[in-house]
């Protein structure tokens, strides 16, 4: 017999308060500047539709990198300020880390 645990605590006010984070996207300079733009926009649209509030994008161009990403020498580089749940910044991450665009990525909550 299988037992199952089901929990019926009430959400945390933590879980549904949101929070300051910032993210900085290193994104291949492959990818063409509509490309670029749909790729904001992808992060942007998931932080929109989970209940988050986008407050900054800022594109700070093409950077040479210090080290070689991927034999790549340069990068665009995006940073972006938004408020999240805590809970869905493990799935943005996740989505990041799959995304052929993205080189790197960083992501910070801001105290």
């Known amino acids: ?6 929990s019926n605590k ?10 300051d984070y910032e993210l900085v996207l290193i994104i291949s300079p492959e990818i063409a500047d509509e ?3 749909t790729t904001i926009d992808k992060v942007s649209r998931f932080v929109t539709e989970k209940s988050g509030v986008i407050s900054n ?4 161009g093409k950077k040479k990198l210090a080290y070689p990403i ?3 020498m340069e990068a665009s580089y995006v940073l972006t ?3 999240l ?3 869905l910044c493990k799935e943005l991450e996740t989505k990041l880390k799959v995304s052929e665009e993205v080189l790197r990525h960083l992501l910070i909550k801001i105290e």
């Open 85 to 87: 749940s805590p809970k």
């Open 35 to 37: 490309a670029l733009d």
């Open 10 to 19: 009430a959400p945390k006010a933590e879980d549904k308060q949101l929070r």
């Open 57 to 60: 994008v800022e594109r700070w």
């Open 1 to 6: 017999m299988v037992s199952t645990k089901t």
């Open 70 to 72: 991927k034999h790549f």
């Open 81 to 83: 300020r938004f408020k």
